[in-house]
């Protein structure tokens, strides 16, 4: 492959990319970006009567978006870009709070006093941690230090964390000493998160290591919970860590897409929308 100079030369197709993705952004189009960060999605007509400008504006400032690298364009709107490379977890964090915290208390009220959970890592699982400060006489264990920071207000609650290699990003451990851990448990209840979903029903992640403990955690308990809002379909991921044929419910935010929703029915996978 030709390789193009990016200090020299007339204005190449690369050239232009370059410039495009390191363009300044106006004060609407940092606010359009902010919804879509919270939102994971944007339409143009929802837009375009918030900012009280017109369609063809709104267009003009997604595709300036799409084309700097932080949109992807779909019919009537865009959606975040994702692909290779997760958002970082303050990002993640402030994303559909509200969302997050109706799954939470939904995922919380089907784990009972006196049992045991593994929480993975995710923001998501942490909102069922909040959720779980009331419970009684329950055993956490969890390869995600954020959990563990939030039951501890909840003195009736053991907690375990898994040893490995710390993330610092987000406080998560991950790695063969994480995944050898949970093959000493066989706990009542597993609560996962996951990075995207597609419409086949694959959970995917961006981390293989995450994805190997992940795996290994569906395998160490009696029932499985997935914890996801409806952003994550929008989503795309590298790795594929399971099929939520091997999840007994699905909490979320939103009814499945029809023909998703139809898969878990077949596979016996009960969808719980959060209220």
């Known amino acids: 492959m030709q390789r193009k100079s990016l ?71 865009a959606v975040m870009r994702t692909g290779v490379v997760n958002y970082a977890y303050e990002e993640r964090r402030r994303m559909h709070e509200d969302a997050k915290a109706a799954i939470g208390r939904a995922c919380a009220r089907a784990i009972p006093d006196n049992s045991s959970v593994i929480l993975n890592l995710g923001t998501t699982t942490e909102a069922v941690a909040r959720e779980l400060l009331g419970h009684r006489n329950i055993t956490v264990v969890t390869n995600n230090i954020n959990v563990a920071n939030i039951l501890l207000a909840n003195e009736s609650c053991d907690i375990i964390v898994a040893g490995g290699n710390l993330r610092r990003s987000d406080g998560g451990l991950v790695g063969h000493l994480t995944a050898d851990l949970f093959t000493q448990f066989k706990a009542d209840f597993a609560v996962i998160g996951t990075s995207a979903l597609d419409e086949e029903g694959d959970m995917l992640d961006y981390d293989l290591a995450e994805v190997r403990v992940s795996r290994m955690i569906l395998r160490q308990a009696r029932r499985t919970f997935l914890v996801t809002d409806a952003s994550k379909l929008t989503r795309t991921a590298p790795v594929v860590l399971g099929s939520l044929s091997e999840v007994d419910t699905v909490f979320t935010d939103a009814p499945l897409p029809e023909r998703l929703d139809a898969l878990c029915a077949e596979w016996g996978t009960t969808v719980t929308v959060a209220a």
């Open 7 to 77: 200090l020299t030369g007339p204005a190449t197709c690369g050239n232009a990319e370059i410039r495009r993705t390191t363009m300044a952004l106006n004060i609407r189009q940092t606010e359009i970006l902010e919804i879509a960060r919270n939102e994971g999605r944007v339409g143009v007509e929802a837009l375009a009567e918030r900012f009280s400008v017109s369609l063809q504006t709104i267009r003009r400032d997604l595709s300036d978006l799409a084309d700097a690298g932080h949109l992807d364009r779909v019919h009537g709107g």
